[in-house]
Protein backbone atom coordinates (compact mmCIF):
# COMPACT_ATOMS: atom_id res chain seq x y z
CA UNK A 1 0.00 0.00 0.00
CA UNK A 2 3.06 2.29 1.06
CA UNK A 3 4.34 1.94 -2.49
CA UNK A 4 1.33 2.28 -4.25
CA UNK A 5 1.07 5.95 -2.57
CA UNK A 6 4.71 7.08 -2.81
CA UNK A 7 4.53 5.92 -6.47
CA UNK A 8 1.35 8.11 -6.84
CA UNK A 9 2.60 11.06 -5.42
CA UNK A 10 5.96 10.99 -7.76
CA UNK A 11 3.96 10.21 -11.05
CA UNK A 12 1.47 13.44 -10.14
CA UNK A 13 4.43 15.66 -8.71
CA UNK A 14 6.61 14.92 -11.62
CA UNK A 15 4.37 14.99 -14.70
CA UNK A 16 2.27 18.00 -13.21
CA UNK A 17 5.51 19.59 -14.60
CA UNK A 18 3.91 19.35 -17.89
CA UNK A 19 0.78 20.74 -17.20
CA UNK A 20 -1.44 22.21 -19.98
CA UNK A 21 -1.16 25.61 -21.37
CA UNK A 22 -4.51 27.10 -20.57
CA UNK A 23 -6.52 27.75 -16.93
CA UNK A 24 -9.76 28.31 -16.58
CA UNK A 25 -10.13 31.59 -19.60
CA UNK A 26 -6.35 32.52 -18.95
CA UNK A 27 -4.15 31.78 -21.82
CA UNK A 28 -0.78 32.16 -21.01
CA UNK A 29 1.75 33.70 -23.11
CA UNK A 30 3.67 31.67 -26.08
CA UNK A 31 6.81 31.87 -24.71
CA UNK A 32 5.81 30.37 -20.61
CA UNK A 33 3.33 27.44 -23.12
CA UNK A 34 5.39 24.57 -22.69
CA UNK A 35 7.56 25.86 -19.66
CA UNK A 36 7.63 23.34 -17.02
CA UNK A 37 8.56 23.34 -13.14
CA UNK A 38 11.71 22.09 -11.83
CA UNK A 39 11.52 18.38 -11.32
CA UNK A 40 13.89 18.49 -8.03
CA UNK A 41 11.88 21.23 -6.56
CA UNK A 42 8.89 18.46 -6.83
CA UNK A 43 11.03 15.98 -5.52
CA UNK A 44 11.92 18.21 -2.93
CA UNK A 45 8.31 17.73 -1.73
CA UNK A 46 8.29 14.32 -1.79
CA UNK A 47 10.81 13.84 0.18
CA UNK A 48 9.89 16.22 2.43
CA UNK A 49 6.43 14.31 3.49
CA UNK A 50 8.63 11.35 4.41
CA UNK A 51 11.59 9.57 5.76
CA UNK A 52 14.13 9.66 2.94
CA UNK A 53 17.79 10.12 2.23
CA UNK A 54 17.82 12.94 -0.55
CA UNK A 55 20.54 12.86 -3.08
CA UNK A 56 18.37 15.06 -5.42
CA UNK A 57 18.89 18.38 -4.33
CA UNK A 58 21.90 20.84 -5.20
CA UNK A 59 22.01 22.73 -1.73
CA UNK A 60 25.44 23.36 0.20
CA UNK A 61 25.46 21.73 3.38
CA UNK A 62 23.56 24.24 6.13
CA UNK A 63 26.38 23.63 9.02
CA UNK A 64 28.60 25.25 6.49
CA UNK A 65 26.82 28.42 6.38
CA UNK A 66 28.53 30.98 9.27
CA UNK A 67 25.74 32.01 11.00
CA UNK A 68 27.70 33.74 13.72
CA UNK A 69 29.77 35.62 11.51
CA UNK A 70 27.19 36.89 9.54
CA UNK A 71 24.48 37.51 12.20
CA UNK A 72 27.07 39.78 14.09
CA UNK A 73 27.98 41.60 11.38
CA UNK A 74 24.22 41.91 10.21
CA UNK A 75 23.62 43.62 13.67
CA UNK A 76 26.85 45.82 13.44
CA UNK A 77 25.54 46.62 9.72
CA UNK A 78 22.21 47.50 10.75
CA UNK A 79 23.26 49.71 13.63
CA UNK A 80 25.57 51.75 12.12
CA UNK A 81 24.00 52.27 8.38
CA UNK A 82 20.42 50.59 9.10
CA UNK A 83 18.59 54.01 7.56
CA UNK A 84 20.30 53.43 4.03
CA UNK A 85 20.51 49.87 4.03
CA UNK A 86 17.36 49.45 4.74
CA UNK A 87 16.29 52.26 1.82
CA UNK A 88 16.18 51.47 -1.96
CA UNK A 89 19.40 51.59 -3.46
CA UNK A 90 21.21 51.60 -7.32
CA UNK A 91 20.82 49.13 -9.84
CA UNK A 92 24.14 49.09 -10.37
CA UNK A 93 24.99 47.30 -6.62
CA UNK A 94 26.69 48.34 -3.43
CA UNK A 95 29.41 50.40 -4.19
CA UNK A 96 31.94 48.96 -1.73
CA UNK A 97 31.29 45.60 -2.83
CA UNK A 98 32.69 45.97 -5.93
CA UNK A 99 36.10 45.85 -4.34
CA UNK A 100 35.17 42.75 -2.17
CA UNK A 101 34.20 41.00 -5.28
CA UNK A 102 37.07 41.89 -7.37
CA UNK A 103 39.49 39.81 -4.44
CA UNK A 104 37.60 37.33 -4.77
CA UNK A 105 37.77 37.01 -8.54
CA UNK A 106 41.42 38.01 -8.92
CA UNK A 107 42.33 34.13 -8.63
CA UNK A 108 40.14 33.33 -11.46
CA UNK A 109 42.63 35.21 -13.93
CA UNK A 110 41.08 38.22 -15.46
CA UNK A 111 41.00 41.92 -14.87
CA UNK A 112 37.87 44.05 -14.29
CA UNK A 113 37.18 47.43 -15.76
CA UNK A 114 35.17 50.35 -15.16
CA UNK A 115 31.75 49.44 -15.87
CA UNK A 116 32.36 45.45 -16.08
CA UNK A 117 30.98 44.23 -13.02
CA UNK A 118 27.22 44.14 -11.96
CA UNK A 119 26.48 42.65 -8.70
CA UNK A 120 23.10 40.13 -9.03
CA UNK A 121 20.79 38.76 -6.87
CA UNK A 122 21.95 35.18 -7.53
CA UNK A 123 24.28 33.79 -10.84
CA UNK A 124 20.92 32.55 -11.72
CA UNK A 125 19.79 36.51 -12.20
CA UNK A 126 22.69 36.94 -14.77
CA UNK A 127 21.54 34.05 -16.98
CA UNK A 128 18.14 35.50 -17.18
CA UNK A 129 19.18 38.67 -17.56
CA UNK A 130 21.88 37.90 -20.51
CA UNK A 131 18.93 35.79 -22.01
CA UNK A 132 16.90 38.65 -21.73
CA UNK A 133 18.95 40.71 -23.96
CA UNK A 134 20.53 38.13 -25.91
CA UNK A 135 17.58 36.03 -27.59
CA UNK A 136 14.37 36.39 -29.79
CA UNK A 137 12.01 33.38 -30.38
CA UNK A 138 13.51 30.69 -32.27
CA UNK A 139 17.55 31.79 -31.71
CA UNK A 140 20.08 29.21 -31.02
CA UNK A 141 22.13 28.77 -27.76
CA UNK A 142 24.62 26.32 -27.90
CA UNK A 143 24.62 24.21 -24.01
CA UNK A 144 26.42 21.15 -22.38
CA UNK A 145 23.96 18.56 -22.77
CA UNK A 146 23.20 17.70 -20.28
CA UNK A 147 23.57 21.16 -18.32
CA UNK A 148 21.70 23.05 -15.44
CA UNK A 149 17.79 22.75 -15.30
CA UNK A 150 17.26 25.66 -14.40
CA UNK A 151 19.16 27.51 -16.84
CA UNK A 152 17.19 25.37 -19.77
CA UNK A 153 13.89 26.67 -17.74
CA UNK A 154 14.98 30.14 -18.57
CA UNK A 155 16.38 29.64 -22.26
CA UNK A 156 12.53 27.88 -22.59
CA UNK A 157 10.95 31.04 -21.35
CA UNK A 158 12.47 33.07 -24.01
CA UNK A 159 11.33 30.48 -26.62
CA UNK A 160 15.18 29.60 -27.68
CA UNK A 161 16.49 27.01 -29.23
CA UNK A 162 18.67 25.10 -27.05
CA UNK A 163 20.83 22.45 -29.25
CA UNK A 164 23.21 20.37 -26.97
CA UNK A 165 26.65 19.89 -27.21
CA UNK A 166 28.41 16.67 -26.30
CA UNK A 167 30.27 16.53 -23.25
CA UNK A 168 33.44 14.53 -22.78
CA UNK A 169 35.54 13.74 -19.45
CA UNK A 170 37.18 17.31 -19.69
CA UNK A 171 34.19 19.13 -20.85
CA UNK A 172 32.38 19.96 -24.69
CA UNK A 173 33.28 18.07 -27.35
CA UNK A 174 35.08 21.15 -29.14
CA UNK A 175 35.10 19.16 -32.62
CA UNK A 176 30.75 19.19 -31.76
CA UNK A 177 31.00 22.52 -30.59
CA UNK A 178 32.32 24.27 -33.39
CA UNK A 179 30.73 21.85 -36.10
CA UNK A 180 27.10 23.28 -34.26
CA UNK A 181 28.74 27.20 -34.14
CA UNK A 182 28.99 26.93 -38.32
CA UNK A 183 25.61 24.53 -38.31
CA UNK A 184 23.32 26.29 -36.23
CA UNK A 185 24.64 30.29 -36.05
CA UNK A 186 24.07 30.79 -31.95
CA UNK A 187 23.05 33.53 -30.47
CA UNK A 188 25.74 32.30 -27.55
CA UNK A 189 27.35 29.51 -25.78
CA UNK A 190 26.34 28.70 -22.61
CA UNK A 191 28.79 26.49 -20.43
CA UNK A 192 29.86 25.86 -16.54
CA UNK A 193 33.47 24.82 -16.94
CA UNK A 194 33.91 24.01 -13.03
CA UNK A 195 32.61 21.27 -11.86
CA UNK A 196 29.46 21.24 -13.97
CA UNK A 197 25.82 20.85 -12.61
CA UNK A 198 25.00 17.90 -13.22
CA UNK A 199 27.93 15.71 -14.41
CA UNK A 200 30.52 17.19 -11.97
CA UNK A 201 33.01 17.05 -14.65
CA UNK A 202 35.77 20.13 -14.89
CA UNK A 203 36.57 21.64 -18.31
CA UNK A 204 40.65 21.22 -19.04
CA UNK A 205 42.61 23.76 -19.47
CA UNK A 206 42.97 23.55 -23.08
CA UNK A 207 39.54 23.58 -23.79
CA UNK A 208 38.72 26.72 -21.61
CA UNK A 209 41.33 28.46 -24.09
CA UNK A 210 39.75 26.72 -27.13
CA UNK A 211 36.05 27.91 -26.52
CA UNK A 212 36.99 32.16 -25.92
CA UNK A 213 39.19 31.44 -29.77
CA UNK A 214 36.34 29.44 -31.40
CA UNK A 215 33.93 32.45 -29.73
CA UNK A 216 36.35 34.98 -31.01
CA UNK A 217 36.51 32.97 -34.65
CA UNK A 218 32.96 32.98 -35.57
CA UNK A 219 31.96 36.40 -33.26
CA UNK A 220 29.81 34.18 -30.78
CA UNK A 221 28.70 35.41 -26.87
CA UNK A 222 29.93 32.81 -24.51
CA UNK A 223 27.95 33.01 -20.91
CA UNK A 224 30.30 31.32 -18.47
CA UNK A 225 28.78 30.20 -15.15
CA UNK A 226 31.07 29.65 -12.55
CA UNK A 227 29.66 29.09 -8.92
CA UNK A 228 31.69 26.19 -8.07
CA UNK A 229 34.64 27.29 -8.78
CA UNK A 230 36.06 27.89 -5.16
CA UNK A 231 34.66 23.98 -4.62
CA UNK A 232 38.05 22.27 -5.48
CA UNK A 233 39.20 19.21 -3.24
CA UNK A 234 41.94 18.05 -5.56
CA UNK A 235 44.10 19.94 -7.95
CA UNK A 236 45.06 23.95 -8.46
CA UNK A 237 42.36 26.50 -9.96
CA UNK A 238 41.95 26.57 -13.48
CA UNK A 239 41.98 29.50 -15.72
CA UNK A 240 38.73 30.76 -16.73
CA UNK A 241 36.98 31.27 -20.09
CA UNK A 242 36.94 35.39 -19.27
CA UNK A 243 40.82 34.79 -18.64
CA UNK A 244 40.95 34.06 -22.61
CA UNK A 245 38.66 36.68 -23.77
CA UNK A 246 40.73 38.80 -25.98
CA UNK A 247 37.73 39.98 -27.78
CA UNK A 248 34.88 41.06 -25.22
CA UNK A 249 32.66 37.97 -25.89
CA UNK A 250 32.81 35.88 -22.71
CA UNK A 251 29.94 37.10 -19.69
CA UNK A 252 31.57 35.91 -16.34
CA UNK A 253 28.97 34.67 -13.71
CA UNK A 254 30.01 34.45 -10.00
CA UNK A 255 28.16 33.35 -6.88
CA UNK A 256 28.11 33.24 -3.11
CA UNK A 257 25.52 31.01 -2.81
CA UNK A 258 27.71 27.67 -2.87
CA UNK A 259 30.45 29.09 -0.60
CA UNK A 260 28.86 31.61 1.98
CA UNK A 261 24.70 31.36 1.60
CA UNK A 262 22.41 30.32 -1.06
CA UNK A 263 19.49 32.72 1.27
CA UNK A 264 21.71 35.72 1.16
CA UNK A 265 21.33 35.59 -2.84
CA UNK A 266 24.10 37.56 -4.35
CA UNK A 267 26.32 36.98 -7.21
CA UNK A 268 27.62 38.63 -9.83
CA UNK A 269 28.42 39.37 -13.48
CA UNK A 270 31.42 40.61 -15.13
CA UNK A 271 31.53 41.40 -18.98
CA UNK A 272 32.20 44.33 -21.34
CA UNK A 273 30.59 47.43 -20.18
CA UNK A 274 28.44 47.37 -23.03
CA UNK A 275 26.54 44.02 -21.96
CA UNK A 276 26.68 45.23 -18.48
CA UNK A 277 25.03 49.02 -19.30
CA UNK A 278 22.56 46.50 -20.36
CA UNK A 279 21.80 44.22 -17.84
CA UNK A 280 21.78 46.69 -15.70
CA UNK A 281 18.49 48.47 -17.82
CA UNK A 282 17.23 44.70 -17.49
CA UNK A 283 17.49 44.35 -13.62
CA UNK A 284 16.13 47.60 -13.19
CA UNK A 285 12.66 45.71 -14.47
CA UNK A 286 13.25 42.75 -12.56
CA UNK A 287 14.12 44.09 -8.98
CA UNK A 288 15.57 47.28 -9.10
CA UNK A 289 18.38 46.49 -6.92
CA UNK A 290 19.36 43.54 -4.95
CA UNK A 291 19.04 43.71 -1.55
CA UNK A 292 21.43 46.38 0.27
CA UNK A 293 21.58 44.45 3.22
CA UNK A 294 22.42 41.35 2.03
CA UNK A 295 24.95 43.00 -0.01
CA UNK A 296 26.87 44.55 2.81
CA UNK A 297 26.25 41.51 5.01
CA UNK A 298 29.01 39.68 2.07
CA UNK A 299 31.11 43.06 1.11
CA UNK A 300 31.83 42.89 5.07
CA UNK A 301 32.23 38.86 5.19
CA UNK A 302 34.93 39.49 2.58
CA UNK A 303 36.17 42.81 3.67
CA UNK A 304 37.23 41.37 7.12
CA UNK A 305 39.10 38.35 5.86
CA UNK A 306 36.65 35.28 6.79
CA UNK A 307 35.91 34.51 3.25
CA UNK A 308 39.19 32.70 2.43
CA UNK A 309 39.44 31.19 5.38
CA UNK A 310 36.00 29.73 5.52
CA UNK A 311 36.40 28.23 1.97
CA UNK A 312 39.55 26.38 3.06
CA UNK A 313 37.13 25.13 6.10
CA UNK A 314 34.54 23.51 4.44
CA UNK A 315 36.45 21.85 1.55
CA UNK A 316 37.50 19.11 3.62
CA UNK A 317 34.20 18.37 4.93
CA UNK A 318 32.38 18.45 1.83
CA UNK A 319 35.47 16.23 0.13
CA UNK A 320 34.93 13.32 2.72
CA UNK A 321 31.29 13.33 1.39
CA UNK A 322 32.24 13.24 -1.89
CA UNK A 323 35.05 10.24 -1.45
CA UNK A 324 32.12 8.48 0.86
CA UNK A 325 30.02 8.27 -2.37
CA UNK A 326 32.86 7.68 -5.12
CA UNK A 327 33.66 4.66 -2.72
CA UNK A 328 30.67 2.92 -2.35
CA UNK A 329 29.37 3.17 -6.18
CA UNK A 330 31.33 -0.17 -5.61
CA UNK A 331 28.45 -1.48 -4.56
CA UNK A 332 26.63 -0.75 -7.66
CA UNK A 333 26.02 -3.80 -10.23
CA UNK A 334 28.61 -4.40 -13.23
CA UNK A 335 27.82 -2.00 -15.90
CA UNK A 336 26.90 1.18 -14.15
CA UNK A 337 29.19 4.09 -15.06
CA UNK A 338 29.98 7.46 -12.77
CA UNK A 339 32.06 10.76 -12.69
CA UNK A 340 34.59 11.04 -10.33
CA UNK A 341 34.67 14.90 -9.76
CA UNK A 342 37.74 16.56 -8.08
CA UNK A 343 35.24 19.02 -6.64
CA UNK A 344 31.71 20.48 -6.53
CA UNK A 345 29.13 19.51 -5.30
CA UNK A 346 27.55 16.59 -7.64
CA UNK A 347 28.34 13.44 -9.59
CA UNK A 348 26.86 12.14 -12.63
CA UNK A 349 25.51 8.14 -13.12
CA UNK A 350 24.72 6.20 -16.49
CA UNK A 351 23.20 2.68 -15.73
CA UNK A 352 23.14 0.41 -18.45
CA UNK A 353 21.46 0.94 -21.90
CA UNK A 354 17.38 -0.03 -21.32
CA UNK A 355 17.62 0.88 -17.94
CA UNK A 356 14.98 3.73 -17.15
CA UNK A 357 16.10 6.66 -13.83
CA UNK A 358 12.58 8.16 -13.83
CA UNK A 359 10.66 4.74 -14.01
CA UNK A 360 12.84 3.32 -10.87
CA UNK A 361 12.70 6.86 -8.48
CA UNK A 362 9.39 5.41 -7.12
CA UNK A 363 11.04 2.06 -6.17
CA UNK A 364 14.00 3.72 -4.46
CA UNK A 365 12.07 6.91 -2.95
CA UNK A 366 10.01 3.89 -1.19
CA UNK A 367 13.08 2.01 -0.21
CA UNK A 368 14.55 5.70 1.43
CA UNK A 369 16.40 7.42 -1.46
CA UNK A 370 15.79 9.95 -3.77
CA UNK A 371 17.78 10.99 -6.69
CA UNK A 372 17.03 13.49 -9.67
CA UNK A 373 16.25 11.38 -13.35
CA UNK A 374 19.12 12.53 -15.72
CA UNK A 375 16.75 13.10 -18.35
CA UNK A 376 15.73 16.47 -17.13
CA UNK A 377 18.74 17.73 -17.95
CA UNK A 378 18.26 17.91 -21.68
CA UNK A 379 17.26 20.06 -23.42
CA UNK A 380 15.52 17.27 -26.13
CA UNK A 381 16.21 13.59 -26.04
CA UNK A 382 16.93 13.62 -22.62
CA UNK A 383 19.19 9.77 -21.76
CA UNK A 384 16.52 7.97 -19.33
CA UNK A 385 19.13 5.66 -18.43
CA UNK A 386 21.24 8.29 -15.86
CA UNK A 387 20.72 10.37 -12.84
CA UNK A 388 22.13 13.06 -10.89
CA UNK A 389 23.70 12.61 -7.44
CA UNK A 390 24.26 15.51 -5.26
CA UNK A 391 26.82 14.29 -1.91
CA UNK A 392 26.75 17.73 -0.45
CA UNK A 393 23.59 17.84 1.97
CA UNK A 394 23.93 14.25 3.42
CA UNK A 395 26.08 13.16 6.30
CA UNK A 396 28.81 10.58 5.43
CA UNK A 397 26.88 7.91 7.59
CA UNK A 398 23.16 9.33 5.25
CA UNK A 399 25.32 8.84 2.40
CA UNK A 400 26.61 5.55 3.22
CA UNK A 401 22.96 4.25 4.04
CA UNK A 402 21.50 5.74 0.91
CA UNK A 403 23.96 4.25 -1.41
CA UNK A 404 23.69 0.81 -0.03
CA UNK A 405 19.56 0.99 -0.67
CA UNK A 406 20.39 2.90 -3.79
CA UNK A 407 22.46 -0.30 -4.94
CA UNK A 408 20.43 -2.58 -3.76
CA UNK A 409 17.00 -1.27 -5.73
CA UNK A 410 19.73 -1.48 -8.96
CA UNK A 411 20.07 -5.04 -8.80
CA UNK A 412 16.38 -5.55 -8.28
CA UNK A 413 16.25 -3.26 -11.39
Same mark, same amino acid.
Given at each position: MMGQIWYKILIISIYLLKDGDTMADVTFSNRMQGVTGSAIREIFKIVAAGNVISFAGGNPNPATFPKEELSRISAELLSENGAVLLQYGQTEGYAPLYESIKQVLAPRGFAIGQGELLPLTGSSQGIELFTKLMINPGDVILAEAPTFLGAL??? *?????NVIGVKMEEDGMDLNDLEEKIKLHKPKFIYTIPTFQNPMGVCMSANKRKAVAELAARYGV?? $????? &??? $???EGEMLPSIKSFDTAGLV @?? $??? *???? @?????RVGAAVGNSTVIRKMVVAKQGADVHTANLNQAMVDAYVRRGYYFDHVKEIIPSYKKQMDTMVELFSLFPQGVRYTRPSGGLFTWVELPEGKDALALLPKAVEAGV? &?????? *?YARDGKKNTMRLNFSASTPEQIVKGMEILADVLKKA
Open positions: QTF *FSYEAAV $LEDDP &YCE $LRY @VH $LMS *FSKT @VSPGLA &YVPGEH *F
